[in-house]
C-alpha cells in the first residue's frame, strides 16, 4: 500500500482515478476547492475507508505543503481545464495550471515526495501540420490554456532536472468517459454530444465537423497513471496517453447516434478562438517507457460513457 495525493481529485479525470487508487488498496488523500469537481464524483458503490479529502485551493502554498504530509506519489491532476476558459480569463486560469503546478511541485520537493505525475495536455503541440504529434516536436501553443499547460510540463522537467524529484508530464488526449461533466458552458464534446442526443435536442458543432482528435477512453488514463507509479525511475519526460487513432467530429456524431439510436441532425456554429484543426499522437514513447497500450478503443469506450450518463438520467 502506498500513499498517495490526487489533487483535483473531485474532477473527472482524478475521481476515476481516485477509484482505482483505493481499488488496489492505496490510501488516497483528495485535495480540490470543488471549482469544477464534485463530492459525488468521489461517492463510489463501495465505502473507502483510507480515502481522505481535503478542501483547499493549489494556489495557497500552505495547503500544498499539508496535504503532501506524510505522501510518496502525487498525481497531479487539478486545474481550470478548457481552452474556451483560458482565451476569456487567462490571469486566474495562469494562476491555476501554471502557479498552482509551480506550489505542487515545491511542496513535493520540501516534503520529499518521491514522484509527481502531471496530467499535461496535448494541446502543447497547436495547429502544426504534422501528424501523428511526437513528444519532440516543439509545442506550439494557441491558448493560455495550451502554454499553462506546458509551462507545468517544463517545470516538471526541471524540478527532475535541478533537484532530483522524479516526475513524468502526460500529454492527455481529448479524454472521455464516466463523470464527465455534461452541463458546463466548457464542457468537452463527447458529453455534449451524449446529452443533447439522449434529451433528443440537436448536438451543437463549432465549424465544419471535419477537424479530428484522437479520443481517449479514461480507462487508458488511469492505466497510464498507474503504470507510472509502478516504473522504476521517471526523469521528468513528457509521454503522449492516447490511443493513437483520428476520429473527426461528424464521425463521432455518426457512432454515438448509432450506439444511442437518435438521429437528430447537429447544428453547425462558428469554430471556436484556439481550437486546433487536427490531433493525434505517436504513442510509441509511452510503450518504451512504461510498456502502456490503450486497453480499451472509441466505440467501446462510447458504449460504456453511454450507458454511464443514461444510468444518470
Ligand atoms: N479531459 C481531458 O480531455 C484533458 C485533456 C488534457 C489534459 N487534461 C488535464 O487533466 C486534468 C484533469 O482534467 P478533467 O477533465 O478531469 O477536469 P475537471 O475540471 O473535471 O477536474 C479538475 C479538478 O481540479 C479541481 N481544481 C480546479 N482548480 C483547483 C484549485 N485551484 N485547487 C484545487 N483544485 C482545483 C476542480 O475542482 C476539479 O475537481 C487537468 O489538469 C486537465 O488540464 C484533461
Avoid at 495536455?121 to 501553443?141: H, I, N
Wanted: glycine share 8%; hydrophobic share 40%.
Amino acid at each position: 500500500m502506498s500513499y498517495v495525493l490526487v489533487t483535483g481529485g473531485a474532477g473527472f479525470i482524478g475521481s476515476n482515478l481516485t477509484e482505482a487508487l483505493l481499488r488496489m488498496g492505496h490510501q488516497v488523500r483528495v485535495l480540490d476547492n470543488f471549482s469544477t469537481g464534485k463530492r459525488e464524483n468521489l461517492v463510489f458503490g463501495e465505502v473507502y475507508p483510507f480515502l481522505e479529502v481535503v478542501e483547499r485551493d493549489i494556489c495557497d502554498m500552505t495547503s500544498c505543503q499539508r496535504a503532501m504530509e506524510g505522501i510518496e506519489y502525487v498525481f497531479h491532476q487539478a486545474a481550470l481545464p478548457s481552452v474556451q476558459r483560458s482565451v476569456e480569463d487567462p490571469l486566474t486560469t495562469h494562476q491555476v495550471n501554471a502557479e498552482g503546478t509551480l506550489n505542487i511541485l515545491i511542496a513535493a520537493r520540501d516534503t520529499g515526495v518521491k514522484r509527481v505525475i502531471y496530467a499535461a495536455s496535448s494541446s502543447a503541440y497547436g495547429d502544426t501540420p504534422t501528424l501523428p504529434k511526437k513528444e519532440e516536436m516543439v509545442p506550439k501553443p494557441l491558448s493560455p490554456y495550451a502554454l499553462q499547460k506546458f509551462i507545468g510540463e517544463e517545470y516538471c522537467r526541471l524540478f527532475s532536472q535541478l533537484y532530483g524529484l522524479e516526475t513524468i508530464s502526460f500529454r492527455y488526449f481529448n479524454i472521455f468517459g464516466p463523470k464527465q461533466d455534461p452541463n458546463s458552458l466548457y464542457s468537452a464534446v463527447i458529453p455534449r454530444f451524449i446529452d443533447a442526443l439522449v434529451s433528443n435536442r440537436p448536438p451543437v458543432i463549432f465549424g465544419d465537423g471535419e477537424q479530428s482528435r484522437d479520443f481517449t477512453y479514461i480507462d487508458n488514463v488511469v492505466h497510464a497513471n498507474l503504470l507510472a507509479m509502478v516504473a522504476e525511475r521517471t526523469r521528468g519526460e513528457t509521454v503522449n496517453v492516447a490511443c493513437g487513432r483520428r476520429v473527426s467530429l461528424n464521425q463521432l456524431l455518426k457512432i454515438l447516434q448509432d450506439i444511442i439510436g437518435s438521429h437528430v441532425s447537429p447544428l453547425y456554429e462558428e469554430p471556436r478562438k484556439g481550437d486546433v484543426r487536427h490531433s493525434l499522437a505517436d504513442i510509441k514513447r509511452a510503450k518504451a517507457v512504461l510498456n502502456y497500450d490503450p486497453k480499451v478503443g472509441i466505440e467501446e469506450g462510447l458504449s460504456r460513457t453511454v450507458e454511464f450518463f443514461k444510468n444518470m438520467k
